[in-house]
């Protein structure tokens, strides 16, 4: 059963958006900084990295594998168990930043900053939240099925995210 993820909020400056998130997962660092930041990890809940040279300036190519989205980029953050940050084609600059709290649990903050409209804003809200929700299933031992699809939740989610932005806005 997926764990409920709280929504992420979101900012605009200009066209360029801010999306973040914060989670609080029962699991140890250790084990999350393997989910975001290991081309191991990473497909049970993300994407399958063709690339993934695991240091600051390194290259990294992110496939997604529900869709045909491939996005290259650079890591522009890099400090092990505590953040991962790749700049990428597609996304923009997505980061991790993972905070212990005691040894089996940890805070993972995450942001995504890109320039576009205001709807792809929604859309990557709702994405975001699916995929963490993807994360949880993957940590506690069931990565994603990327062969079963539900584009309906992501449509609910979308639809919750218009709602909430529109009251904030």
């Not at 992420?8 to 393997?34: E, K, M, N």
């Not at 990295?49 to 529900?66: C, H």
């Not at 400090?79 to 930043?97: C, N």
Request: net charge neutral; hydrophobic share 40%.
């Amino acid at each position: 059963m997926t764990k409920a993820i709280a929504h992420g909020t979101s900012s605009s400056h200009g066209d360029t958006r801010v999306l973040r998130f914060a989670l609080y997962l029962p699991y140890g660092a250790r084990q999350v900084w393997g989910a975001v930041a290991t081309p191991v990890g990473l497909p049970g809940w993300l994407a399958a990295a063709d690339v993934f040279e695991s240091r600051l300036g390194g290259r990294v190519t992110l496939r997604w594998l529900q869709e045909s989205t491939v996005a290259a980029g650079t890591v522009t953050a890099w400090d092990v168990e505590h953040v991962a940050e790749y700049t990428l084609s597609v996304y923009g600059r997505i980061r991790f930043h993972l905070e212990s709290v005691g040894r089996r649990a940890s805070v993972l903050r995450f942001t995504n900053e890109f320039t576009g409209p205001d709807g792809l804003r929604l859309d990557r809200l709702a994405g975001w939240h699916q995929h963490f929700e993807f994360l949880h299933d993957a940590l506690a031992g069931r990565p994603k099925d990327w062969s079963a699809q539900d584009p309906e939740h992501w449509r609910r989610l979308r639809d919750g995210y218009r709602s909430v932005c529109a009251e904030h806005d």
